[in-house]
Structure formats: structure tokens, C-alpha cells
């Protein structure tokens, strides 16, 4: 941090203010969000206020905080820091504004809530309802279109691409989004709807469309997705080979012809 | 109201300023969408000036936003009350102002439309050129990542999910985008391209890609999209049933195989 | 300019200090830039400073931006002049604004640089790492939910719609994104995963998921997309044939049925 | 105007929004002081709404806000406009928005009157009490520094220079401000204090302290301030020769020097 | 506060967030002092950082902000409320301001000490160097205009009108400014220079200029000002008698003749 | 300044942008007076394109900008660098705006320069009208209530304490205001009115009201001013002994006394 901030001197003030002026992660995270989610209608005082409350006397956003950064930092090569991830990924950032609007679900503030996912949609693209479930050490990377459904539950050390949509299905009220087992991974521009389950250690291949339950540690891909195969590796959300070695390319073609051509 | 903002005094003047302050929808409306699309170069008391004579004069746009109000009380589940969709959907504040946009353009006020065109855009994440037109009763979920291009003409009482694209095709100018029918389902990331029409009552299944004319009462479905059954109900945009109930997943599998291994 | 200026006197002082009042294009873009990116931690003053000291004395970004502008009017028939681009088009400037956070990053202005691009992609949702190489001529449509990777490299006259992934896979450092030729032309939400190359030419099908190397002047299409076709014209990305004319639908639909009942 | 707008293009909007767009004063005046007295806890366009509201159901504001701007352009020599009165003159926006602050005052909306005080002073430097009763026709120049209190009543057609207070006395609540006749000159600084009256036509030449009743038509000065001689023309507020003519010093010098030695 | 937030629903919200979301004085007057003073270069974060960190931690100005409170209720009479004082007096902001300035300044921080005394005089027009000492129970009426140099110090219990000015003399440096002494009271616009004692308890006549020094209970008026009379009460800050009572003005003029015919 | 940045590095960044990014004093002062003077309808950007291209063309401005800060570096002993006379010194600040805003008046560009004016009066609570003319090495300490009419000469070197008005008289447009010559020092709430002439190193003691000519190399003091001795330095601007050494002070009362005993 000295070091960025000695390099340079246009944003050290930023650096200085946003961490190291800061006793702990929380009140640094705090500062950072408020700035960049305050509006004329929620002050960047009242928003550092109402996130530094939260975040210093709830001990699961205090460990879901540095799980989350963590998994940056191993999952997404182009994050060389703790504090670039802190200060600079879109992604990070509006999990953890989740993470703060969740809290005030449960605490019954609803309408607070819900101001912030409006205005965490606005800024980040991401549009996570606060009531949504979500666990710990998520890589949620880019962000941008990202959309999680009210009745939605994603389970622990799961790896999130930017345009995923875990979406409901008919008008109705109730248990309508998906759940997703710890460890899965889903790539860019996935689409998940209904009330399925996505099994532990599931691999969703970009722009998929998954309208059944996935089993666990399966290789699913296309529109509609079907099975193209099984993880080998225990936890593809965190290998993050999610897309195109030259192997899962053969296998993907293969799975395809042999599927259609029975 | 009075109730919300009695529990959230953070934001009970925010919610006394934005409805209860005001005699009508529109100057209601009006107040929320200039604080939410200002910048430094649109002064918030310059954009509550445009829409408040726009929509206090024009009985179309008056006619639309009570009917779209009512689509996402009717149609989103998670949309609770009237005050929480003009106060806080993105995709309902989206479409409100390309309402706008495409009055100023009728006017010949181009200029000043295509301005406010590139500020939703900014803000919303949703991009739809002001010449476009667009029916009443509309449910534009989410919002983000939405496009819609200059000669597109979308129906009476159509859902829109988030990631929806009616795009042109080609570079030349004239009629080249999609003409979509009343009442009918485009799925989340649905893409629809050239000057072709989606019947009446279409379903459009997620992330499909649709290259052709697709018939009334029609469920289409994949890339390139190709129709896998009708729809008995008449409107699955009311029932919002676009996803993935077992039926529709079985139907769709099917149609898939069949289709293909013909 | 000063017709347009006439026309909205809204916009008149606007239009004045972005165009008008500046004696070259890099400035008017540097004043333009600056407001729309400015925020309580980057002062519009600051980033007219950084965007101007870049510009002025950056060749290669004097004739990108000049190249660009150019593809704008050539290719997107609803952008109408100079102007209109230069002051209104998100991803035109969202690509600009990308060219002096790579001249940062190659002045080892590493941490500016990425607070450019956290900064880009909260405002015009646009992700484009600021190692990414991209040539000349670049038409990056709309711009909504683009993601370009560190280690991606773009040729010249390339168009982009929007919703385009140019994506890694795998969590290792080093070269790991693809490569796209001169001349290609990729459609709405494309998805292209790992270092592999698509050719000169080549057109890629809307909603296409992309994961291993492209031929030359090839029309591929489909998750996973295939080959299926080739195309006649030297250069889709200037045609912007990209979609829909029934002669296309029908090459796709045979091909599809061809390719799979084999 | 029009002539304003055209020779000074990077103002043109500003005086068009303010002025040319609206159809009456009250409308002109509330979007101008709207814009000069928002802040982050008084929106813009919350301030537009209250300043519009009150001064359109106003009749004596809609009086007031003509005759004060008249006493500008026949009083302040500099003043060449009736827009730029309207546009930039700090005495006048102050006692315009002292004049919506009053108004609510009255409704008993007291604690919006006193948020309304304490950002005009902030703003202009001005401070006036919301309960002060102030005629119409004033001139109060420049501003700076003007203190008006609780209990303080000025007449009509009277001239007030920067710098001016109108102060009680003891800190007993109840009736203790000065009591300024109709078409009395305040020179700059003077300092007024108690309750006690400036006659009508009275002149009080610029940094005189008055303590005590001040017969009409009757010049004073010093500190404390003495009579010093009469007034042959009735309305000095008018003629504005409050200064310093030859012959008014002389009067000044030898009166003086009588006063002190007899 | 409930009753005024109950009346005024426009600021309820920054009532309740000012006041009623904070555990402590300390906190509720960092968040409102932090709002007022913000700029592009200071932002509204920081400056609660700042604010609440000197404040929390410096037993002096938990003190002084609660003597100097009691100090606006009981000698302004138009401070109706603890809250009115702390929400809105200028007066009392700049001063609390100043005593956070001057905490920094013995702390070493100089620069930001210095820079804070800038914004001060900026927002309030009040320009006190932050190693001015000031004492406790200080009523600072209005504020607008005064000056207090580097080297003055003020003692407890002082009544300060508008326009007081405590300023040194000459070019040189070191102890150059007035020291005033407990329980005085120096009206409106006096003007006291160099390192001169105005003694405890002395009453200084508005507009006085004040040259040499005053003794203990003894009232000064006059330009230069000398001693007129001396005071009964012992303590002229606390009456706030200061100005105009009958009796005070025949002493006042019979003062003056007699001195000066002397 | 790098001391400075080092120092305080909440203020670094500020520093940086402020002084070390520029190459030049006229670009940093812009830099600083636009991010000062900004507001809603008049861009920081706009103000730093304005302010710049006037100060790298003009040069006497760039003299004058020199030899002022040179004037507070050696007459303000709380003065100690030229950067925070740069930075944070109100009085500075309003003066080179002041000088802008004259330069565009003798540009023609009126409309500009008054609303230069009149932001200026806003921000600083200085109000000099824009054709006033001004000399070079001019000290003006703390600025507030500062009032300059529209015909006013002042000279080279002189000094203007806070408060000082160089007012009009009458109603009539032309010559109407204060010559004060070189080297003149004008005290605290000075108000000279009329067009009088304040001659060459005159001194006018703080709170005077000059209403004649004062002679050159004289000292005057009271209300109105009277001749009370004769200055053996040349020049009282540069000493700054305007005040109250015990000499000066006895030779007031005596002159007092004598003067007014004859």
C-alpha cells in the first residue's frame, strides 16, 4: 500500500484514506463502498455509517469478508493484492454491499434493503435481492449482469462469471430461484432458472441455459444444458478451468455429437 | 408509505420527497427519475423540468406508466407495492425515461433525446434509441444489459427479461429491427435480430438467438432458436411460466433431440 | 455543431464546452471523458489533466481515436454524425477511455490504470483489462457487459456488439486470452474463452460460445460454436452483416442439421 | 437574453434553463435558487418544489419578487438587467429565498424555515431571521454580512447595504429588533440595535452605530450615531446619495465639531 | 427532535441522521459538520473520520461542545432547542470546526489544520487560525465576518457578536494578537488589534475599535474605543446586555460629550 | 511541498494535483480556483479551460499572480509558504479570480465576468465587480466583506484588510467610486465612498469611513476620517503597522482630542 501510494500520487490520498487511516478490513471496506454508492438521496456519511454498523458487530460479514477477498486473490490472476481487490473489483464490491443489505433483510429493515440493491444494481450492474442466500468465499468476477433471484442460495467457495443469472420461473411467490452446492463454478453469461438444484462441485460451461437439477461434480453445457461429462478435480471453483483447455474443448464436442446423434 | 417511511427514517424523507409530496404520478416519477439520471452536465432541476411538462402533458405516456406499474405488481413476484417500483426498479425507472426520450424525438427535439438516451444508458446499464416504440403494460425485469434498436416496435402488455436484445442487422439504415407481437415472453438474454416479427403470445426461451419470423402462440427455444411447441395459455407474459417448470424442460429436451436427429 | 446547439438550447453550453471551445479532438474527448468519469475520488479536473497530458502526446491514440470515431459512422447506422459519437456514445468512449489506461499502464502507471478500469467498468459497464492490446478502427457497439482480459489482443477494424467476452480460463498467470484477427466481426454476447485465436475475417454468430481457434474469413456459430460457412466478403466487421438476412438464417439452420446428423 | 445567451455560448444553457424556459418569474427564480441553495441534505430538486410551491400560491411574494427586482435596476447603477438581477445578484437571491423562508415560517413549517436560514447564510453570507417582516422594494446590495433579527420589521421601498444589522438587545425573548420606516437608507456596515425606529425617509450614513430612535426624514451618523440634519428630498432609499457628495461630508464634518464642542 | 422530525417530513431524514442514528454528541456533530464542510478536494468521508476521531478522543472539546451549546441557549434567545443549535447555527459549526482544527494543529498536523481553517472561512465566513486559543461556554452569535489571528486568546464564557475581529498589527511575527479575558463581551462588528488585554468581564460597544487595553468590567465603546463607563453585572457575556438600552445610550452620548469636551 | 504531501497525506493527493502535477504557477492556480469556484452550472472543467486560457495568454496576470503571492508572503506573518498562500489563502484566491473575471470583462465577454462576479461573492464573500481595476503586489487578508464598485482604481502595492468597501454614491452611472494610490493600507472594515482619492502611502486606520480625499503619506482615522498625522515610512502597506503599536494608539487620542477641541 505505501508503496502504491508512493507510486502514485494522484490516488495516494484515496489509498491513505480508504486503508491506511483505518483501524480494521471493516471500516476500510466502508469507506470504500460508501464513496462509491452514495447519491443525493443516500449520503456517502450515512452509507459509511450504516455500513460500518453492520460490519462491526456481525461476525459472519467479518468472516465472509476476508473469505471473499481471499478467493480473489487465488482465483482471478489479474488480482495481484489484497487492496486492489479492495479498492478497485466491481465484483468484490457489490457482494459485499450484498452482504450488508442481507443483513438488514434479516434485521427487518426492509425497505433499506432494498433502497441499497436498487442503487448496487444502478452502480454495479449486479442485482442480488437481499434476501438471497449466499456463502462464503465467493469469486464473483467482473460482475457486470450478474442477476440472483429472492429465493436463491448459493453455497460456500462457489466462483460466480460476470452475467450469471440465477432466475425464477412464473409469477408465483415462494421457493422459485436455484440453489447451488458449495464449490461449483459457473461461467460468463450463465443462466440458471427455476427451483434446481446446481450439485456440489458442478461445472456450468459458459452461456449455458440449466432448466433441470445438475448432478454433483458434472460437467453441464449448452442450451438447454445437458451432462458432457464429470470433474475429476474436486473443486472446479476453485481450479477455475472453467472454459477451454484444449481437452474440455474435445470432450465438450464429443459429448455434443454423441448426445444428438443417438 | 407512511408505513415504509415510519420504519426506515433514513429514508423517510426521501420517501415523503419522492411520492407523498407530490399531488400526481408524474411529478412523483418526475422527481425520482431526475435524481437518478443527473450528472454534471444534466442538472436535476433541468431533467424534473423536462419530464414533469412531458408527461404532464402527453396522455399516452400518462396511459403507460400506470399500466407498466401495474405489469410488475402483476407479473414480479418479488415487487411488492406500487411505491417500491417507482421508487426503486431499475428496469421500470429505465423504460420511464426512454417513455421520454421517445416524446422528445416525436417533438424533433433529437438532440436532447439522444442525451437522455446515453445517460439511461450510463445509469441503467439499458440502451433503447429513442425512436424506438414501445406498447403499454410492458415488465422490463431488471434491466440491465438490455438493447433496442432504432426501428424496433415491441406490443402491448410484452415481458422483457434482463440481457434481452432487439438488434439490427447490416449496416444500412432503414427498417432492421425486430417487430415484436402483444403479449408476448422474451426469456433473460434472448437475442433477436433483423427486421423479423415474434408473433403474438410467443414464448422466447432463455438465452435463445432468434433469426427468423417466429408464429403466433409459438415456444421457441436455442441457438439459432427453432420453435419446440405452442402455448395453450394465451399470454406467457402474464403468466410469466418463460422458464422451467418439468414440462417445459421435457418439452424442450425432447423437441431438442427430435429436431435434430430427424 | 452549432445547428445542434441551436436547436436544444438545453444542451447548447454543453455541446459549446465540449466541442466548440476546444481546438483539437483530444481535448474536446478529455473534457468529455472527464465529466462522465469523475466521482468523488477522481476529481473531473484530475482526470481532464491525466486524459490530456495522454492524448496530447500519444500518437497512437491521436490516430485510434480519429479511426475509431470513424468506424462509428461507418458501420452504426443510428449514429448520424461526429458529434453524436464523440459526446454521446457509451461504448465509444468507454473504448477511449480504455486507450489512456493502457498508455498508463505502459508508463508503469500500473495503479492509476486500474482504478481507470474499475472506474470504466462501474460507468459505462465496460471491463477491459488495461494490458489488453486493441488495434485501430474498433467499433464497440453499445458497450453493455464487455469483458476484454489482460492478456487479450484485438487486431484493426475489428466490431465488437456488445455483451462480448474475450474471458481466460484457468487460474495461472501468463497468456491466456484469445486473440482476435483484423477485420473480425463478433456478434451480441459472444463468449470467447482462452488463448485461442480467431481469424482474420472471421464473423462469429451472436450468443456463440467460442472455445477453440477460428479459420480465416469462417462463419462460426453455436455453443460451442462450429464452423458454418465461409464468408465471401473480405471484412464483416466493416459489412456488419452480422445477423439475420434470411440467406445467413438459412446457411445456419442447414448447417446446424448438417454438422450434427453426420 | 436571447443577446446573452448567443455572445456567451458556455452560459447559454444555464440562462436558458433559468429564464427562457419558463413561463413565469416565480418558476425562472425557483430553478435559479434551487440550483445556488441546494446541498447534500437539501436536494436541488426538493428545493425547486418548495420554492415553486410557495411562491406560485404567494400573491405578496409574486409582488414582492417584481418590486424588489425594480429597486435593483432603479437603485444599483451596475445593475443593467432585469436577467441579470435575476441570474447573479446576491442581494437579491438572498431576499428571495428569505422571502419563501417567511412564507413557511408563517404556515408554522418552522423548522424548515430555520434549515432554510442557515444555508442562505452559509450561502450569501446574509443572515435573516424567518420571522423578520421585510416590505417590498428593497434593495439590499452586495449582502455580506447583513444580520436581520426575529423581531425586526422593515418598510417599504427602503435601501440596505451590505454589511447591515438589525440586532437585539439582551437576551430576554419578546420584541427587541429595530423597527426600520418606509423608504430609510442603511448605509454600508450600519449597525442597528433594540427596539427602537428608524423614522420614514431616514438616512443613516455608512458605518453609524444607532442605539436610539431616529426621527423621520432626519440624517444621522457616527457611533454612536447623532443627528446630523434633514433630508429636503422625501425618499433618500431612492436617490441613493448615501455617501459622500462634498456637500454631505461637509455637513457631516461640521456637525460634528458643533455637536462635540458646545 | 421526534416532533420536529414528525412536522417536517423533507428533513426528517437528515434530523434523524444527524441526531437520533448517533450514540453520542460526538458523533451526531461530526456527521453534520462533516456534510457542511465537504468539497471536491475534502470529501464528506474523510472529514467524518477526521471529525470523529478528534472528537472522540479529546476530553477538552467533549467539553467545550457541550459548554459552548448551553452558551447559545441561554444568551441567544432566538436558539430555541439543543438540536436547532447543533443542526444549524453557524456560529456554533465554525466554532466546533475551529476546535477540531486547533486539536490537529497541536497535534503536528499543521497542513490539514490550516486547510481545514480555509474551508471554514469558505462555508461560514469565519477565519480563525487553528493556534488561536479559545476557551469554553463561548457564544459565537452569527459569525459572519470574524477574524481571529494566530495569536489571540480568548478566555471562557465569552459572548463574540458577527464581525468581531481579533487581529495583529505589523508584519512581524510572534505574540502579536488581543487576549480577552473570561465573561467579556465584544459586540457586533468590533474590531480589537494587536497584543492588547481586553479585561474580564469588560463589555465592548458595537463598531468600537479597540487599540489598547481594556480593564476588567469596564465598558468600552468608540473609534478607537475608550472606557465609557464600568459594568455592575458581572458578567456582561451572560446578560448580553451589550447593546441598547435606554440607559445605556444616555451614558454612552453623555460619556462621549464629556470626554471629548474635556 | 513534497515535505508537505508527506506529511498529511489526506491532503496528498490534493497537493500533488494542485502544484507538483503542473508546470506551471498559472496552470496549478486554475486548477485550484476551478475546483474552488465550481458549481452546478458552472463545470470545474469549464472553469479550468477558462482560467487557464486566460492566465497562459495574459501577461499581466501573470505578473500580477507573482507579485500578490509575493505581497502575502512578506506582509502576512501567518503566511509561511508560497503554497499555502496558493492553496488556502481565501483572500489570494478571490483576487486572481477577480483578475480572470477582469479579463474576460475587457475581452467583452460581460455576461462571463459577471457571473464570475457573482460566484466569486458566493464562494468568498469578496465582491469586486469585474471592471474595477486593480494593481500589481496587492495584499488582501482574509477577504470577507470585501466590497469593490465598478469604477474603483487601486494602485500598486497597496494593502486591504477584510471589510474594506470602495462603495458608490448615488444613483447615477460613471465615476463613481475610490482612487486609492500606490502603497496605500486600508484597515479592518474600512469603507471609502465616493469618487475621492486615497493618496500615495496614506494609511486609513481600521473602521474608519472616508468620505474626502485623503493626502498622500497621511494617516486618517475615525468616522468620518479625519487627518491624524503624517507616515514617516513610504510605504504602510509593506510594514503593515496599520494598527496599534502604543505609539500609534497615543497619537490617535491625542489627535483625537486636539482635533476636536479646537
Redesign the interface.
Known amino acids: 500500500m505505501d508503496l502504491?501510494?508512493e507510486?502514485?500520487?494522484?490516488?495516494?490520498?484515496?489509498?491513505?484514506?480508504s486503508i491506511?487511516?483505518?483501524d480494521c478490513l471493516e471500516q476500510a471496506l466502508a469507506?470504500v463502498l460508501?464513496?462509491?454508492l452514495?447519491?443525493?438521496?443516500l449520503?456517502?456519511?450515512?452509507l459509511?455509517?450504516?455500513f460500518s454498523n453492520v460490519m462491526m458487530h456481525d461476525r459472519d460479514i467479518q468472516r465472509s469478508i476476508r473469505l471473499d477477498v481471499q478467493a480473489f486473490i487465488?482465483?482471478?490472476?489479474?488480482c495481484l493484492s489484497y487492496s486492489?481487490a479492495l479498492?478497485?473489483?466491481?465484483g468484490y464490491h457489490s457482494l459485499q454491499s450484498y452482504r450488508v443489505a442481507h443483513a438488514l433483510w434479516k434485521q427487518g429493515?426492509n425497505?433499506?434493503a432494498?433502497?441499497l440493491?436498487?442503487r448496487i444494481?444502478?452502480?454495479?450492474?449486479v442485482?442480488i435481492?437481499p434476501a438471497a442466500k449466499i456463502g462464503d468465499g465467493i469469486l464473483l468476477d467482473?460482475g457486470?449482469?450478474v442477476?440472483i433471484?429472492?429465493t436463491a442460495v448459493v453455497g460456500n467457495r462457489v466462483s460466480l462469471?460476470?452475467?450469471v443469472?440465477l432466475?425464477?420461473?412464473?409469477?408465483?411467490?415462494?421457493d422459485?430461484h436455484p440453489k447451488v452446492g458449495d464449490l461449483a463454478l459457473l461461467?460468463?453469461?450463465v443462466?440458471v432458472?427455476?427451483n434446481?438444484k446446481i450439485g456440489e462441485g458442478a461445472m456450468i460451461?459458459?452461456?449455458?441455459?440449466v432448466?433441470?437439477h445438475v448432478p454433483p461434480h458434472s460437467m453441464v453445457?449448452?442450451?438447454?444444458a445437458q451432462v458432457i461429462g464429470s470433474i475429476d478435480e474436486q473443486d472446479p471453483s476453485?481450479?477455475?478451468?472453467?472454459?477451454?483447455?484444449?481437452e474440455?474443448?474435445k470432450h465438450?464436442?464429443v459429448s455434443?455429437?454423441d448426445g444428438?446423434?443417438?
Chains 1, 2, 3, 4, 5, 6 share one sequence.
Do not use: W
Request: net charge positive; glycine share 10%; aromatic share 8%.
Open positions: 502504491m501510494a507510486k502514485e500520487p494522484i490516488l495516494s490520498s484515496f489509498l491513505y484514506a491506511l487511516a483505518h469507506f460508501a464513496n462509491r452514495q447519491n443525493p438521496t449520503l456517502a456519511t450515512q459509511m455509517d450504516i487465488d482465483r482471478d490472476p489479474s486492489s479498492l478497485y473489483l466491481k429493515r425497505v433499506l432494498l433502497a440493491q436498487s444494481s444502478e452502480v454495479f450492474g442485482d435481492h467482473h457486470t449482469g442477476v433471484g429472492e462469471m460476470h452475467g443469472t432466475g425464477g420461473t412464473g409469477k408465483e411467490t415462494g422459485r461461467g460468463a453469461c443462466t432458472l427455476g434446481i460451461a459458459a452461456g449455458s441455459l432448466l433441470k453445457a449448452g442450451t438447454p476453485l481450479t477455475m478451468n472453467h472454459d477451454a483447455t484444449k474440455f474443448f465438450l464436442a455434443f455429437r444428438r446423434s443417438k
